[in-house]
C-alpha cells in the first residue's frame, strides 16, 4: 500500500505565495515520477508539474516562471513552490506518484488533495 499525502494548501492573496507538500509512505518498492495535477471547478484536469527520479522537471506553460517542482528521493517527498499566484491558479491540487509497492505492478497513486484559493 502507497499512501500520499499533502499539505500547504490554503487561502492567499494575488501575487502572494504558497508552498505545497506530498509525502510518500508505505512499502514503496520503486518510483519513477512524482507530479501535482490540479482540477477546477468545471475544468478539466490539468497536470501542473512533474518531476522524474533524475530530477528532470517538466511544466504547464502557466506555471512556468512561477512555480517551482523539487524532489527529494531519499525521503520520498515532492514540494511545488508557486509563486506569483493568480486568482486562475485556484483549484484542487492532488499529488501523484508513477511506480509500485512491493510486490505490485506499475501503477499511478493519487493523494486526497488540497485546496488554493487565490483571492483577495
Known amino acids: 500500500q502507497v499512501r500520499l499525502v499533502e499539505s500547504g494548501g490554503g487561502l492567499v492573496q494575488p501575487g502572494g505565495s504558497l508552498r505545497l507538500s506530498c509525502a510518500a509512505s508505505g512499502s514503496i518498492f520503486s518510483i519513477n515520477a512524482m507530479g501535482w495535477y490540479r482540477q477546477a471547478p468545471g475544468m478539466q484536469r490539468e497536470l501542473v508539474a512533474s518531476?522524474?527520479?533524475?530530477?528532470?522537471?517538466n511544466y504547464a506553460d502557466s506555471a512556468k516562471g512561477r512555480f517551482t517542482i523539487s524532489g527529494d528521493n531519499a525521503k520520498n517527498t515532492v514540494s511545488l513552490q508557486m509563486n506569483s499566484l493568480k486568482p486562475e491558479d485556484t483549484a484542487g491540487y492532488y499529488c501523484?506518484?508513477?511506480?509500485?509497492?512491493?510486490?505490485?505492478?506499475?501503477?499511478?497513486?493519487w493523494g486526497q488533495g488540497t485546496q488554493v484559493t487565490v483571492s483577495s
Open positions: 501523484y506518484l508513477d511506480g509500485r509497492h512491493v510486490g505490485g505492478d506499475p501503477r499511478r497513486y
Open positions: 518531476v522524474t527520479r533524475g530530477g528532470i522537471a
